[in-house]
């Protein structure tokens, strides 16, 4: 299960295994006062993308596109996310104030996509040449 939470909420004991995916801490927070397993902040959102969404150069449709643009050119930087999703609960810490557009959720909605993908046992190569509906 992946669940998404402010960086600025109580942690809670069904939150599991808590990750921050900002590239930057989250201001105004202690890192003594933030429990958490690890901070990846190579799995954020690249610096020139997260300032022109926080800029409003791009709405939150192309910055999610982009986002996962991202995601699909460095599978290194979230497959280790997934083994944590298929154990058990991983929650993704984020600053953000928009609690519904964030790269939090942009990056949840990828990792559950990723888990379906690896829930299916057949081969893409399988389907190879053949037309699909």
């Known amino acids: ?4 939470k402010r960086a ?13 995916v900002d590239r930057l801490w989250p201001r105004n927070r202690r890192k003594e006062l933030l429990p958490l ?3 990846l ?11 022109a969404f926080k800029s409003k150069e791009m709405d939150f ?3 999610r596109q982009a986002y996962r643009n991202e995601l699909a050119a460095h599978p290194e930087y979230w497959w280790p996310l997934l083994e944590k999703a298929e154990r058990g609960v991983l929650t993704l810490i984020y600053a953000a104030r928009d ?24 081969s893409p190569t399988c389907y190879a040449g053949e037309r699909l509906g």
């Open 41 to 51: 902040a190579e799995v954020a959102p690249s610096t020139a993308l997260r300032q």
């Open 99 to 122: 609690e519904q557009r964030n790269n939090a959720k942009v990056l949840a909605e990828w990792l559950e996509e990723a888990l379906e993908r690896r829930g299916d046992q057949s």
């Open 37 to 39: 397993h690890a901070w």
């Open 8 to 20: 600025y909420e109580a942690a809670q004991p069904g939150d599991g295994y808590r990750v921050l």
């Open 1 to 4: 299960m992946i669940q998404c």
């Open 61 to 63: 449709a192309a910055f």
